[in-house]
């Protein structure tokens, strides 16, 4: 597996989330019924911050070897907040009415590539790149 694209794809997908959420946090909490109080858009600025956070280290780490022992704390961290995401969302994601079922059964397909995907990387050695000497 191409672990570039795999860092590269899921870091936009977290950037852009996390963007939303630190930005837009009253529409966001608006759209999923989720109650706008302070406390509630804090944590989702909060939120927000932890996935711009995270996003922004698998861009940093795009091009580093990652697989089997190498870079193993970042695939774990990846792969950890994939997988527990992807429990949660399964949980609840028939429990939306129709407007919202669409947006959390597409969050939750994505969580689901990207759990098989960061899971795969962390079960594999990386591949080895013949050089060109």
């Known amino acids: 597996m191409n672990t570039k694209i795999l860092m590269v794809t899921s ?3 977290l950037i852009i989330f996390g963007l939303g959420l630190t ?12 109650g ?16 711009l956070g995270f996003g922004m280290l698998n861009w940093m780490s795009k091009n ?13 961290g990846n792969f950890v907040h994939f997988l527990v995401t ?7 994601v028939g429990k939306y009415s129709e407007n919202e079922f669409s947006i959390i059964l597409t969050i ?6 990207f759990t098989f995907c960061f ?3 962390f079960m594999k050695n990386p591949n080895k790149v013949a050089s060109s000497n």
């Open 108 to 113: 939750t397909i994505i969580y689901t590539v």
């Open 119 to 121: 899971g795969y990387v």
């Open 23 to 34: 930005f837009v946090p009253n529409e966001i909490s608006g759209f999923i019924n989720a």
């Open 64 to 76: 580093n070897l990652i697989g089997g022992i190498y870079s193993k704390p970042l695939i774990i």
């Open 86 to 92: 992807f429990f949660a969302l399964i949980k609840i």
């Open 11 to 13: 870091s936009i997908f």
């Open 36 to 51: 706008m109080n302070q406390t509630s858009i804090l944590f989702l600025q909060i939120l927000g911050s932890l996935y």
